[in-house]
Structure formats: structure tokens, C-alpha cells
């Protein structure tokens, strides 16, 4: 694979476009009902049929959309305790229909939802470079760290370590602080980002 159109493709936006910090990346009227859920999600004990529910009463009251539905019904397919990953699939497809037929201002931030779930599928399935693919569309539809690490992460599972300490390092050299110090965060508390640890600012 082409490392060097890679690096181009992700170093190459920071100076044209505005960067987002994950904790932005979802639009305030969701916000709140996605940390509940991510709350209730980390509670021992907690059934994936409980958190569907969950998720389709906070649609029926309002407080999720289609897309965000569809994204966190992926989320639970794909997570450990689910591992179906035919539904993921499935509703990665439909939270794509519902961000088409959306459309408006946050239709890159909302397609780059989709990528990155198209990405997490491919990863799981052990196919990092169409993962690393996704990935990188992510972050080129939206410029947070959490789309950066997910990069990073592959780049790793594809044995590049060398490739992503150079992005890392060309990454902390070029970009804004507060994505640099969130992307260290990530580094720091994510278990497929190990390898890089030793690297991440002190």
C-alpha cells in the first residue's frame, strides 16, 4: 500500500479545514441522550437486549434520530458481547440511507459516522486495509483524533509500526495542540494503540 498518498491524504487537510475534538463530534441535541447510553452501556450486567430498548425509547421520545439510532444499534451489534456482525452491517446500510436522505450541515461529519463503522466491520473481519481505507475517509470527512487513532490502530494491526510512529510524529509536528493532547489521551487508554505509547507526548 502506498503509505506516502496515505499520509498525504490525512496530513494534507489540517491547513484548510477546521479540526473537531471527538467530544464535538456528535451535534447537541444527541449529545446527551449518547452519554446516558454510553453510561448504561459500561454498567455491569447490562444485556444487549436492554440497551436496545434503551435506544428505541429515546427514539420514540425523541431524543435520537434515525441516524443515531442505527449508529448505536451498530455499536451493540459489533461489540463483544454481540458480535453479530450481519446486523452491524445491516444497520451501518441503514444509518447510510438515513444520513442520505438527512442531508444538511452535518452531512460529512454524519457520512464520516458511516465510515467509521464501515471501518470498525472491517477491522473486526481481520481486513485492515480496507479498514485503514475507511479510516482514512473518516478523517478526511471529520478531523478528530478518535477517526486519527483508528488509523493509527491499523496501521499497527497491519505490522507498520515504523508507518505509524512517522504519521504520529509528523501528526504531532503539524497539528493543533488540542488534537495532538486528545489523540494522547486515546494512545494512552486504548489497548490496540500499546505500541505507540512510549511515543505519545510526556
Known amino acids: 500500500m502506498n503509505y506516502d498518498a496515505l499520509f498525504d491524504r490525512i496530513l494534507s487537510r489540517i491547513d484548510h479545514d477546521t479540526y473537531l475534538a471527538a467530544t464535538n ?21 447490562v444485556t444487549p437486549q436492554e440497551l436496545r430498548a434503551l435506544i428505541n425509547t429515546m427514539y420514540k421520545q425523541g431524543r435520537l434520530d434515525d441516524i443515531r439510532r442505527y449508529s ?3 455499536v451493540i451489534a459489533a461489540s463483544p458481547m454481540v458480535a453479530d456482525y450481519d446486523e452491524a452491517a445491516a444497520m451501518v446500510s441503514a444509518q447510510e440511507m438515513a444520513v442520505l436522505k438527512t ?8 457520512l464520516a459516522s458511516v465510515e467509521r463503522h464501515r471501518g470498525v466491520l472491517a477491522f473486526l473481519l481481520q481486513r485492515y486495509e480496507i479498514a485503514l481505507d475507511y479510516f ?3 478523517f478526511e470527512r471529520q478531523h478528530n483524533a478518535m477517526n486519527l487513532s483508528n488509523v493509527l490502530s ?4 497491519l505490522g507498520e509500526h515504523d ?4 504519521l504520529l510524529t509528523q501528526v504531532r509536528s503539524a497539528f493543533p495542540r ?6 494522547d489521551h486515546l494512545i494512552q487508554t486504548d489497548s490496540d494503540l500499546i505500541p505507540l505509547r512510549k511515543e505519545a507526548s510526556p
Do not use: F, M, W, Y
Open 25 to 45: 463530534a456528535v451535534d447537541g441535541a444527541h449529545s446527551q441522550a449518547l452519554r446516558e447510553l454510553e453510561v448504561r452501556r459500561k454498567q455491569p450486567g
Open 72 to 74: 448505536a444499534l451498530h
Open 154 to 157: 491499523t496501521l499497527i494491526r
Open 136 to 138: 482514512s475517509r473518516a
Open 103 to 110: 442531508g444538511g450541515p452535518r452531512l460529512q461529519a454524519n
Open 163 to 166: 508507518e505509524a510512529v512517522a
Open 178 to 183: 488540542p488534537l495532538v493532547e486528545e489523540l
